[in-house]
């Protein structure tokens, strides 16, 4: 079994990269990415494509809920601080992006 060191280690890793992914990509740029996807063909969304994406998806979440239970009270205050504060960092960007394009 996993040490609780190394499970708070690889979460908050996990958690920093998603939150720097999301900080790096403005609005704009999400907004040519979608576009860039709705002009490939549809066929790339197959039944299986599909379910292979949502059974990734549940096992990484329930992987990663496993992971937060097992954290200490402070390491849980620490990833809930930088969450809220990368959350609040994106919404005040993006709403001075849209205060700016107007």
Request: aromatic share 4%.
């Amino acid at each position: 079994m996993l040490s609780r060191r190394l499970l708070e280690e690889l979460l908050i890793l996990a958690v920093k990269r998603v939150v720097n992914v999301s900080e790096k990509n403005s609005s704009v740029e999400i907004q040519e990415e979608e576009s860039k996807i709705k002009e490939k063909d549809e066929d790339e969304f197959s039944l299986s494509t599909m379910f292979g994406v949502a059974l990734i998806g549940a096992a990484t979440s329930a992987t990663l809920y496993y992971i937060y239970t097992q954290l200490s009270k402070e390491t849980k205050a620490s990833l809930k601080d930088i969450v809220i504060g990368s959350v609040t960092k994106k919404l005040v960007s993006l709403t001075c992006e849209e205060k700016n394009s107007k």
